[in-house]
């Protein structure tokens, strides 16, 4: 995987974001372990298993990322000009999807730059919110979703430090709820 940062003449195929936590109100502090998970000694299936931590026990959250295996897609249908990102789109532009930010914000791709991006209209129920591609109130429409895998690193309470891909085994990591 790479990082990428800046401008690059063709968009990155796949993507690490150091640090991302990949919703709305997502954050790293004390988790609560919902399902019994295996850690390993580095973000990798094929890494030794240093620990499992039970079901009830807190972890603390400490930091992750997430890697884009495949980047989401996004067709601009009709002229946009973004107050987040200050770009300008046009009709059959192409706009790479990395990481979901939450609250249809983004992590994209586009003439050479990675930013953030509002796109609500990407993740609007299961298959994206076609009702706004009819009714001709958004900017753009999702052709496919990104591949993503989000690694965690939490600490256990016995003090073992441990990657997991399992971030669905753990509870409390929303801040807002």
């Known amino acids: 995987f790479i990082t990428c940062v800046g ?5 990155p195929t796949k993507y690490v974001d150091e640090g991302a936590c990949p919703f ?4 790293y502090r004390e988790w609560t ?9 580095t973000p990798d ?4 298993p240093i620990g499992v931590v039970r079901t ?12 884009t295996i495949e980047p989401g897609l996004i067709e601009v249908l009709r002229p946009h000009a973004s107050k987040v ?13 990395y990481t979901n930010l939450g609250e249809g914000f983004f992590r994209v791709w586009f003439q050479g730059q990675m930013y953030e ?10 298959g994206g919110w076609d009702q706004c591609v009819e009714e001709k109130t958004c900017w753009g429409q999702r052709k496919r979703p990104p ?13 073992v430090v441990g990657w997991s891909n399992k971030p669905e085994h753990f509870g409390n990591k929303d801040a807002c709820g």
């Open 56 to 67: 009830g026990e807190k972890v603390d959250g400490l930091t992750g990322f997430v890697a």
């Open 45 to 48: 299936e094929q890494s030794k």
């Open 85 to 97: 990102s200050n770009r300008t789109y046009n009709p059959k532009d192409l706009v790479w999807v």
């Open 147 to 159: 591949k993503a895998v989000w690694w965690v690193k939490v600490k256990s309470k016995s003090g």
């Open 24 to 27: 709305e109100c997502c954050t």
């Open 33 to 41: 372990v919902k399902k019994p998970t295996t850690l390993l000694t």
């Open 117 to 126: 991006e509002e796109a609500f209209f990407f993740v609007h129920g299961l």
């Open 7 to 11: 401008i690059a003449a063709e968009r």
